[in-house]
């Protein structure tokens, strides 16, 4: 492409720029719109996946031990079950450990462990985590088979509605990402299609005197880049204040919520809505130029 042919590209779109002003606020302003919700909704969804995640990650098999156990064979049984393949890690939690624990848990009820006296009915057991919660349920199976060993349970009913519920969130949010790209695209589409059709004598004009299709097209594309360009940065700006105030508001009453770090996760999400907006507002005019190009 010859530098004077861009030349002319870019004095055309500043042109038209300058000339619809009123349209172009239009449609940069729907692009900034258009890309922040869609932006919260990608916010909301990585943090929901990051929480997700963490809770999965948190899943433990427990694992009962019988009475009377030697310590060598627990050892024994305790290095049996490091070796074993996705393990993460094993932690010995010994009887007195445990109702430690219970009590702690019980917190003004803990007068209810008053009545067993000395006794301490709690078996010692390991505390074991793995490396994929998809191996939660295999893990456990076998290690209930090794000697010593009474039960290896990790609450199974729990763990597969907690899978349940990250995987609807996972799906749920995905859709609801294509969803709004998707209705994002037709709004640009349908704004810059005005600024097309206000237009639509001068493009037949220069399609009769033999201009070719990239010829015309070019000026709109970089038009459509740059309004989605500016929508992105209106957009970006106003996500980083948004993500910024909801951090703050949330960590003032829950310290330790798994909020993704705000840096350099919003950096990414404006790298990311920037892009978005100069492909959406490519595509809308191409898609929106396209008809006129029929002549």
């Not at 209106?234 to 960590?251: P, V």
């Not at 950096?267 to 809505?273: A, F, P």
Request: charged content about 20%; proline content about 2%.
């Amino acid at each position: 492409m010859k530098l004077r042919t861009i030349e002319y590209f870019l004095q055309e779109v500043w042109r038209s720029l300058r000339r619809n002003n009123w349209m172009t606020f239009a449609s940069v302003g729907t692009v900034a719109v258009s890309l922040f919700v869609l932006g919260v909704f990608l916010i909301l969804v990585m943090n929901m996946n990051r929480m997700a995640g963490m809770l999965e990650s948190q899943v433990q098999i427990s694992v009962y031990l019988q009475d009377g156990l030697k310590e060598g064979r627990r050892e024994m049984l305790q290095d049996e079950i490091e070796h074993m393949q996705g393990i993460e890690s094993v932690k010995f939690v010994d009887r007195d450990e445990a109702k430690t624990r219970l009590a702690e848990r019980l917190g003004d009820q803990q007068y209810l462990l008053d009545a067993l006296g000395d006794k301490n009915p709690l078996p010692d057991a390991f505390e074991v985590t793995v490396k994929q919660p998809d191996m939660v349920e295999t893990a456990a199976k076998s290690i209930s088979q090794f000697e010593g060993v009474e039960e290896a349970k990790y609450g199974q009913d729990v763990v597969e509605h907690l899978f349940d519920i990250t995987r609807l969130m996972r799906v749920f949010g995905l859709l609801l990402m294509v969803l709004l790209a998707g209705a994002t695209l037709f709004i640009i589409s349908n704004t810059i299609r005005l600024t097309v059709f206000a237009r639509r004598k001068e493009i037949a004009i220069m399609k009769y005197v033999g201009a070719t299709d990239w010829f015309i097209r070019w000026p709109f594309l970089l038009e459509g880049i740059v309004m989605g360009c500016l929508g992105g940065l209106l957009a970006a700006l106003a996500l980083r204040s948004f993500y910024g105030a909801m951090t703050a508001k949330i960590y003032d009453t829950l310290a330790f919520f798994p909020l993704l770090p705000q840096y350099p996760f919003m950096n990414y999400v404006t790298i990311g809505i920037l892009l978005a907006g100069m492909f959406i507002g490519a595509v809308g005019s191409g898609v929106s130029l396209k008809r006129f190009l029929k002549v």
